[in-house]
């Protein structure tokens, strides 16, 4: 959320923000300045009805003192009250009012995001890997999985419906050991502190990074609880900082976390039918960082790294693109996108999302510290990305490791975790 004075003193840089995003100011800003004049004035009007009253009362006070009459000033008194009070109302609805729109308004685009309205305008960065040239017809993870039996789509429609999967075998073991991969290199070589939280949150903690209460529709509710299952681990690993203070000697506060994730997907219909690509539920290994606003540009570089490293030493194929301004998350200040290489399906695809938030989602969720020295509290900068999206690793691993046998041979690093070096058929 961005702050309420920036929004009041900038009003036409933000409509030309909301225009880069591909939005329309007038949708989202709606009547902002007539909501905060009209707010504003209900607040001065009850301060100076509360000044009238005050007076009021020691000039009752002093007639009661000397015993003449104050009935008629105590029911001018009783009007200035019920006057001050509707002005009191008027201003707690201006302030819902306003604070409805403000958690509307996407985040300020850091200045070097290109501008664009949809995935076109998106530039890509660097490319890390030369994809392989096979000898045979690379087939999609899809076939391979069945193939290989360790992907069941057709048992996982009977148990749960369309978008869930069913691993068997090494499948499963290869999910598993991607993770305890992923995990390890995070909290060993870059300095992460891994975290088990939970996978059902409430309410404020969706608002707090800014899930609600937009975007409720993509999530999963519990039925008469204030419980939603997480659509990723940025949510519980952010919120536990959630109205804290933290201490200037922690930052940057480097988390991750491996957990399910839960998403409705509402809108994808017709989308990434096949496979693993869009699924209602699936597995992520998530970073988090907090950090002091200086520093947070270096800090997003870093955590970016971390997550190609993921990629690198699995021998995956990928390129980094960084999202203009038409295809960022409404929270997002700037984001890369790693995206793996699939020659199943001859095209990249996104694989890791890292994102720079600044002091967004930290203002919704009051999150700050305070400078050495410093007599006022900041708010810090949160930071999260895919370290990575097991799933899409565990598929991407499958299209670049086939053979033209239909085995499958895993990355030297992973195989340590596997305790094999190659997938083949099984039948269960």
Same mark, same amino acid.
């Given at each position: 959320?961005?702050?309420?004075?920036?929004?009041?003193?900038?009003?036409?840089?933000? &409509?030309?923000?909301?225009?880069?995003?591909?939005?329309?100011?007038?949708?989202?800003?709606?009547?902002?300045?007539?909501?905060?004049?009209?707010?504003?004035?209900?607040?001065?009007?009850? &301060?100076?009805?509360?000044?009238?009253?005050?007076?009021?009362?020691?000039?009752?006070?002093?007639?009661?003192?000397?015993?003449?009459?104050?009935?008629?000033?105590?029911?001018?008194?009783? /009007?200035?009250?019920?006057?001050?009070?509707?002005?009191?109302?008027?201003?707690?609805?201006? &302030?819902?009012?306003?604070?409805?729109?403000?958690?509307?308004?996407?985040?300020?685009?850091?200045?070097?995001?290109?501008?664009?309205?949809?995935?076109?305008?998106?530039?890509?960065?660097?490319?890390?890997?030369?994809?392989?040239?096979?000898?045979?017809? %690379?087939?999609?993870?899809?076939?391979? #999985?069945?193939?290989? #039996?360790?992907?069941?789509?057709?048992? %996982?429609?009977?148990?749960? #419906?369309?978008?869930?999967?069913?691993?068997?075998?090494?499948?499963?073991?290869?999910?598993?050991?991607?993770?305890?991969?992923?995990?390890?290199?995070?909290?060993?070589?870059?300095?992460?502190?891994?975290?088990?939280?939970?996978?059902?949150?409430?309410?404020?903690?969706?608002?707090?990074?800014?899930?609600?209460?937009?975007?409720?529709?993509?999530?999963?509710?519990? @039925?008469?609880?204030?419980?939603?299952?997480?659509?990723?681990?940025?949510?519980?690993?952010?919120?536990?900082?959630?109205?804290?203070?933290? *201490?200037?000697?922690?930052?940057?506060?480097?988390?991750? #976390?491996?957990?399910?994730?839960?998403?409705? &997907?509402?809108?994808?219909?017709?989308?990434?039918?096949?496979?693993?690509?869009?699924?209602?539920?699936?597995?992520?290994?998530?970073?988090?960082?907090?950090?002091?606003?200086?520093?947070?540009?270096?800090?997003?570089?870093?955590?970016?790294?971390?997550?190609?490293? /993921?990629?690198?030493?699995?021998?995956?194929?990928?390129?980094?693109?960084?999202?203009?301004?038409?295809?960022?998350?409404?929270?997002?200040?700037?984001?890369?996108?790693?995206? /793996?290489?699939?020659?199943?399906?001859?095209?990249?695809?996104?694989?890791?999302?890292?994102?720079?938030?600044?002091?967004?989602? %930290?203002?919704?969720?009051?999150?700050?510290?305070?400078? *050495?020295?410093?007599?006022?509290?900041?708010?810090?900068?949160?930071?999260?990305?895919?370290?990575?999206? /097991?799933?899409?690793?565990?598929?991407?691993?499958?299209?670049?490791?086939?053979?033209?046998?239909?085995?499958?041979?895993?990355?030297?690093?992973?195989?340590?975790?596997?305790?094999?070096?190659?997938?083949?058929? @099984?039948?269960?």
């Amino acid at each position: 959320m961005l702050d309420l004075t920036f929004v009041r003193e900038n009003l036409p840089a933000l &409509e030309e923000m909301l225009r880069r995003r591909g939005l329309d100011p007038a949708q989202v800003l709606g009547d902002f300045r007539a909501i905060d004049d009209r707010r504003r004035a209900a607040i001065t009007q009850a &301060e100076q009805l509360k000044a009238q009253r005050n007076r009021a009362a020691e000039e009752i006070a002093r007639l009661k003192k000397s015993g003449q009459d104050a009935a008629a000033l105590i029911e001018q008194n009783k /009007v200035l009250r019920e006057q001050g009070e509707a002005m009191e109302q008027q201003a707690t609805e201006g &302030e819902q009012a306003l604070r409805n729109v403000l958690v509307g308004i996407p985040n300020m685009p850091h200045s070097s995001v290109p501008v664009g309205t949809s995935e076109e305008g998106n530039v890509e960065v660097r490319r890390w890997g030369t994809p392989r040239q096979f000898d045979f017809t %690379a087939k999609p993870h899809w076939e391979l #999985g069945e193939h290989l #039996g360790v992907l069941d789509l057709e048992r %996982a429609v009977k148990l749960s #419906g369309a978008r869930f999967a069913v691993y068997w075998g090494l499948g499963a073991r290869m999910e598993r050991a991607l993770a305890n991969f992923m995990l390890d290199l995070h909290t060993r070589e870059h300095g992460y502190t891994e975290v088990l939280p939970p996978y059902m949150v409430n309410s404020d903690s969706m608002y707090g990074t800014g899930q609600l209460p937009k975007f409720a529709q993509d999530l999963f509710k519990c @039925e008469g609880r204030d419980l939603w299952l997480i659509p990723t681990a940025e949510v519980p690993l952010t919120n536990l900082y959630r109205d804290e203070l933290i *201490d200037a000697s922690q930052l940057p506060v480097s988390l991750t #976390g491996y957990t399910p994730c839960f998403r409705s &997907e509402a809108g994808s219909h017709g989308k990434d039918v096949r496979g693993l690509i869009r699924q209602h539920q699936f597995q992520k290994v998530e970073l988090v960082k907090f950090t002091r606003p200086q520093e947070s540009y270096e800090q997003h570089e870093q955590l970016t790294r971390d997550a190609e490293q /993921v990629l690198q030493k699995l021998g995956l194929p990928y390129r980094v693109m960084l999202l203009c301004t038409g295809d960022m998350s409404a929270a997002s200040a700037k984001t890369y996108d790693l995206e /793996v290489w699939l020659p199943g399906q001859q095209l990249f695809r996104e694989i890791s999302s890292c994102s720079n938030f600044e002091a967004y989602q %930290a203002r919704r969720a009051n999150i700050r510290w305070k400078p *050495d020295g410093g007599k006022k509290t900041e708010l810090v900068h949160t930071l999260n990305g895919s370290g990575l999206a /097991v799933g899409r690793t565990w598929l991407a691993i499958l299209e670049n490791y086939q053979q033209a046998d239909g085995s499958v041979v895993i990355p030297e690093a992973l195989r340590p975790y596997m305790g094999t070096d190659r997938i083949t058929p @099984e039948k269960f």
